[in-house]
């Protein structure tokens, strides 16, 4: 793998130039079979507070480059994910256990990404407002300066970009602090990226890190605007940091999304789409769907059909095989999902299918006659778990459906689509679908959610990222000075 080969990452973490870092070595390992596929530094607090510091130095020298010199390098950023998408995507396989189309999908958002935000630098960077004196008064979007990015192990390359990127665009250095378990995906392949696509030194830096160097990067006098996306648990520490240290926190958290499928949607189409929401990348996904919810009429036959298909799904190496499933992160991961399992079905749901796994294989599974007290029903499971509940009236599906501290993603799979829309608009969600399921991206629509989901904050989208990623500055300009009375 020449273009991110050991020699380029290993023991160490980018920040324009190569350097040790301060919190020891990492293994970089696969789920699939536990080998070592090799090591890298992990970033401490001292590692934090240099790059801030070069990257606040650098970032004065970027915001000053000419906006088409900008845009042109995030082009070629975007076209660099195609042509190592072949080497970048073995390592998404490998390190993360995506299947090919998990792949082929964060491949292709991340050019997009690339591509919409080299719009950005082009955009009017503020307005022409009225003022009481006379001169020329205007209102100004100016980079922030040093922007944290926090991404997870997930869906590690697109939660990375759909931060990075537009902050760069937008004149901003970039501090990004991947997930260790994903720090060659998820972290050196965008440094990698951009280093042969002309970003200049110190403009972006990677630290592989844990909470540590995530709390130094929160803390950091340096840094201005932090993008988050993982748990709620930590989205609200990270929040109550970033509120003492008096910046801005972009909050994207977890889910716990309904489908809601009526009595007149077509029965195959939205098992496959049930299915899809569930155990796509083996529900390590914050849009998953958690809960179906399924009108009485048809609730029998949507669960056998569910568990019907899920028993024939395949799950196994994606190095090795077309599987409709991979493995788990690791083993926390698994023996997380197994107790919400066994637990909910203590709590009185039944096991339709899956509950088992081989090593961190975890078959994908659907509990029926889930109620609100089984904890399949009320927590996140991030794992291929379908929970299954029955409703009677729309205003049941309703409140089904908005009892939740989550508000993330919302699917509708009905034969009347303004019917869809107009439940829709009774349910508290960031993000709507209706014939679709909740799992859904695309990098020019605002993406977030509300709630315990996040903090509204969007990615996504010109307007959404120019708010996000610049501050508002207020300019006036006379053509001499006044007279005061004193």
């Known amino acids: 793998m020449a273009f991110l080969s050991g020699e380029t990452w290993q023991g160490r973490v980018f920040t324009g130039t190569w350097v040790t870092t301060a919190g020891g070595d990492g293994v970089v390992r696969e789920p699939a079979s536990g080998r070592e596929l090799g090591r890298t530094g992990i970033a401490g607090p001292v590692d934090v507070a240099a790059s801030a510091l070069s990257a606040a130095e650098a970032h004065r ?173 930590a989205g609200r ?75 024939k799904l395949t799950v196994g190496d994606p190095a090795t095989g077309d599987f409709a499933l991979g493995p788990v992160i690791d083993a926390g991961q ?9 637990e909910s079905v203590a709590a009185g749901a039944t096991l339709a299918a899956g509950g088992t796994y081989t090593d961190l294989f975890y078959r994908p599974t659907v509990l029926a006659d889930v109620t609100a007290s089984v904890p399949a029903y009320r927590t996140e499971v991030f794992g291929p778990v379908a929970a299954v509940t029955p409703f009677a009236s729309e205003d049941e599906a309703v409140k089904l459906a908005a009892d939740s501290e989550y508000g993330l993603s919302l699917g509708i799979l009905t034969g009347d689509a303004m019917r869809g829309l107009a439940l829709a608009e009774r349910i508290p969600s960031g993000i709507v679908h209706v014939n679709d399921q909740t799992v859904n991206d695309e990098a020019n629509v605002p993406f977030g ?21 610049t501050e508002t500055r207020w300019v006036t300009m006379r053509a001499d000075v006044p007279g005061y009375p004193f």
């Open 334 to 342: 698994r023996d997380k999902i197994h107790a919400l399992v066994t």
């Open 237 to 311: 520490l990270v929040g109550e940091a970033a509120g003492k240290h008096l910046k801005r926190a972009h909050l994207e958290l977890g889910g716990n999304s309904a489908l809601i499928v009526c009595r007149d949607a077509d029965l195959d189409r939205a098992v496959g789409a049930g299915a899809w929401g569930s155990f796509f990348h083996q529900g390590q996904i914050c849009m998953t769907t958690g809960r179906h919810l399924v009108h009485e009429s048809i609730y029998p036959e949507y669960v056998r059909r569910l568990a019907d298909k899920a028993d």
């Open 61 to 233: 020298t970027w915001a000053a480059t000419p906006f088409q010199d900008r845009a042109a390098i995030l082009r070629r950023a975007g076209d660099l994910w195609q042509r190592h998408g072949t080497e970048i995507g073995e390592w998404l396989t490998r390190e993360s256990g995506s299947v090919a189309g998990k792949v082929g999908f964060e491949l292709h958002v991340a050019a997009q990404e690339c591509y919409e935000a080299a719009a950005l630098p082009g955009h009017p960077y503020g307005e022409m407002v009225p003022s009481e004196a006379p001169r020329l008064s205007t209102v100004q979007r100016v980079p922030v300066g040093v922007v944290g990015v926090i991404a997870p192990f997930n869906a590690p390359l697109i939660l990375a970009i759909r931060s990075v990127a537009p902050a760069l665009a937008l004149g901003n250095a970039v501090i990004l602090k991947p997930d260790p378990r994903t720090a060659v995906c998820g972290g050196f392949s965008l440094a990698a990226v951009f280093e042969e696509a002309g970003l200049p030194p110190g403009v972006l830096h990677v630290l592989p890190g844990g909470p540590e160097a995530g709390a130094a990067l929160v803390a950091d006098p340096n840094v201005r605007v932090i993008s988050f996306t993982g748990s709620t648990a």
């Open 449 to 469: 959610g509300v709630r315990a989901s996040g903090t509204g904050s969007r990615f996504g989208g010109a307007a959404a990222n120019i708010a996000a990623f």
